[in-house]
């Protein structure tokens, strides 16, 4: 699953993530049931950040993360800054 590999990698906020979850299942392809170890109203905010991006396993190659691209997109090259 995407975000073990984000959590496993140390990614921004695995942590807080990890020390927040109970437990994360998937009952079925196209869902994923993520249980709190506390009530937390702004748990959704932190999925729309690096913990809930989907991230391909194929992204991976070693220790450096290379953009994929999705669908009939692809990545031509990554700028990084001037």
Do not use: C, H
Not at 11 to 24: D, K, R, T, W
Not at 59 to 71: D, L, V, W
């Amino acid at each position: 699953m995407s975000i073990d590999r984000y959590v496993a990698k140390g990614g921004y906020n695995s942590q807080l993530f990890a020390a927040s979850v109970a437990s994360m299942t998937s009952p079925d392809p196209s869902t994923v049931v993520i249980e709190l170890t506390e009530p937390w109203s702004d748990f959704w905010s932190l999925l729309a950040t690096g913990v809930g991006l989907v991230v391909a396993p194929s992204s991976e190659q070693g220790e450096a993360f290379t953009p994929i691209g999705a669908g009939p997109f692809v990545v031509d090259k990554v700028y990084l800054g001037s």
